[in-house]
C-alpha cells in the first residue's frame, strides 16, 4: 500500500512548458499557488515534458513561491528515450531501464525539481528489454535513500505489472481512463489493481469529448447538455466525477492551466452522481445498450 496521499485531483504539467503553453516563472509560480488554494496539491510530471525542460521550469517556480514542500506531492517518471537537444546521443526514440539509468534520473529529477524526494516515482511506459530484478534494485535503493516514497508504473498492463510487483512493490499505476477510452475498465486492468491494491491515475480523464468531432462524442455532449442542467456543474466536472465514481478510487489528473476551470475541478469530488447517469454516459460512448 502507498505511504503517499494524493489530492483527490491531480494536476498535469505536460502542457505548462515549451509543449504548449509556454508558462514563465512567475505564471507557474502562480499556476502552482492557485491549485494550492483549491485543494489540488499533487502535481504530475516527467522527465520528458518539454523535452526535458519542463522539471527544471517548475523547479524554479516552486523555489521561488517559497511554499512549503509539505503542502505538496511530486510526481514524475522515467524511462522514454526522446530525441532532444538535451538528449544529442538518442538517436531513435526507445526505452531505459536500466539500475543505473533510474538512479540517475531520478537524482537528474531531484534536481530539476528543486526536492530531496520524489512522493511518487513511476516507469513512464514498459519495455519488452526490461529486466524486473534491475528495475527492483534501483527501486528499493531509492527509497532506502529516502529519493522516493512510492513507486508505480504508468500504462502498464496487468501482466507487465505483475512482472513488476513479484520483485518489488508497486503502489500506483497511471493509464488512459476516461468516458470516451474506458478499456481498463473492461480489460481487467482496474479489477487487478483493485485486487492488488494499486492506486489508478487517469491520463487525459476528459478524452477526446472536447477534442474530436465524431458520432460517439456528439452523443456524449448531447447528453452532457442534459446533465449540466440536473446538476448544475460544467460537463468538464461531470466527465470528472464519471470517473471518480469508479470503486477502483482512480484519480484524474486535469492538464487545465484555466483558472476558472481548476476553480471548478474539485467539485467532481464532492458530487455523488446518479447510477443511471453513470451507466447513461457510458452507453453514449458505447454507441449501444451494455451487454
Known sequence: MSKTTLSPIISGTMNWGVWDKNLTTKEMENMIQICIENKITTFDHADIYGSYTTEADFGKAFQASKISREKLQLITKCGIQMIA??????????????????IWSVEESLKKLKTDFIDVFLLHRPSPLMQADEIAEA????????????????????????????????????????????????????????????????????????????????????????????????????????????????????????????QSLMKAAE?????????????????DDVP
Open 271 to 287: 458530487l455523488e452522481m446518479d447510477k443511471e447517469d453513470w451507466f447513461a454516459i457510458w452507453t453514449e460512448s458505447m454507441g
Open 85 to 102: 537537444e538535451k538528449r544529442p546521443e538518442n538517436k531513435i526514440k526507445h526505452y531505459e531501464y536500466s539500475k543505473e539509468y533510474i
Open 139 to 262: 527501486v528499493e535503493k531509492l527509497k532506502s535513500e529516502g529519493k522516493i516514497i512510492d513507486f508505480g508504473l504508468s500504462n502498464f498492463t496487468s501482466s507487465q505489472t505483475e512482472l513488476i510487483r513479484s520483485k518489488t512493490e508497486v503502489s500506483f499505476n497511471q493509464v488512459q481512463f476516461s468516458a470516451t477510452h474506458y478499456e481498463a475498465m473492461v480489460d481487467g486492468s482496474l479489477d487487478y489493481m483493485q485486487t492488488h491494491g494499486i492506486r489508478p491515475l487517469s491520463w487525459n480523464p476528459l478524452g477526446t469529448v472536447f477534442r474530436e468531432d465524431t458520432k460517439k462524442t456528439r452523443r456524449l455532449k448531447k447528453l452532457l447538455s442534459e446533465l449540466v442542467q440536473k446538476y448544475s456543474f460544467g460537463s468538464d466536472t461531470l466527465l470528472l466525477a464519471w470517473i471518480l465514481k469508479h470503486p477502483a478510487g482512480v484519480i484524474p489528473i486535469a492538464g487545465t492551466v484555466n483558472i476558472a476551470r481548476i
